[in-house]
């Protein structure tokens, strides 16, 4: 049984296809010669990747040794009376260092250094803005925006006063959304908050909750800073009505407002 194993074993290392060598070529190797082809041929396979191109060498042995040439050079070789084998292993380093360029793998070429990415920069601007209620509600707002990847986030916090209204109103305004940004241009929507007080009859205070969008063209101008055209408008979900003289008079179902003011970034 152990001898049929034996027998499988060396017909499957039979049947293996094998490796393909390097190809080496000796020509011009003449009887003079200390060392034959096959000794010659063994000590470079030992010194040589075993894969690549083929190697081609013309050895012509001369009084003191031989002469090797290779890839268009070529060397004298002093063999001290050495032969067989070890002459070989003696001409077969010289052979390496002759045909070494030609066998060596070019390093890849690094790769391009990454640009860091910018860091996102807050951009801070103050927006004067009138809006559309029964009268006009006066009012500006610190406008932050934070950008982030084709996005940023926006906050607007400030106040205004009804002017030329039936009311005396005044109250906070803050829009807290997010958009997108061009070139020139933003688009931004989100909540807004609207916290009013009223001054007249025995006074209220109530807060005004919606929905708004803008769109704000900025022109620039100076590197750092933009002057900020804004239109837009806001939608409540709650309004508040008021009884005064004999008239009603109720805060906006929608409220268009246009702006204008300075951007920059720190």
């Known amino acids: ?12 290392l039979l049947a293996a296809p094998a490796a393909a060598e390097r190809a080496i ?17 063994d000590a470079l396979r030992m010194r040589l990747p075993p894969a690549g191109a083929p190697v081609h060498v013309a050895v012509s042995a001369t009084a003191a040794g031989v002469i090797v040439a290779a890839r268009g050079a070529s060397r004298a070789v002093e063999l001290h009376g050495r032969t067989g084998p070890e002459a070989a292993r003696l001409v077969a380093l ?18 391009p250094p990454v640009a860091a990415a910018a860091p996102a920069q807050t951009i801070v601007g103050v927006v004067g803005s009138a809006a559309q209620w029964d009268g ?3 009012g500006a707002t610190l406008a932050v925006a934070v950008p982030r990847d084709g996005w940023f986030a926006a906050l607007d916090i400030g106040g205004g ?8 109103l005044s109250g906070g ?22 916290p009013l007080v009223v001054d007249d009859g025995d006074g209220d205070s109530t807060v005004l909750a919606g929905l708004g969008s803008s769109v704000r063209l900025r022109v620039p101008l100076w590197s750092r800073g933009d002057v900020v055209l ?9 309004r508040t009505r008021y009884q ?13 407002w246009l702006g204008v003011g300075l951007e920059v970034v720190p």
């Open 1 to 12: 049984m152990r001898v049929l194993s034996r027998s499988l074993l060396l017909v499957a």
């Open 25 to 41: 070529v000796i020509s011009e190797l003449g009887t003079a010669a200390p060392f034959s082809e096959g000794e010659l041929a």
């Open 94 to 111: 010289v052979v390496v260092d002759l045909v070494l360029d030609d066998l060596a793998i070019a390093p890849a070429p690094p790769p």
């Open 136 to 138: 006009v509600l006066a």
């Open 161 to 168: 006063t009804l002017v030329g209204g039936g009311l005396h």
């Open 173 to 194: 305004i803050v829009r807290l959304g997010a958009g997108t940004r061009s070139r020139w241009l933003d688009l931004r929507a989100g909540a807004t908050f609207v």
């Open 230 to 238: 804004a239109a837009g408008g806001d939608v409540f979900a709650t």
């Open 244 to 256: 005064l003289a004999g008239q009603m008079i109720e805060t906006p179902l929608v409220a268009p």
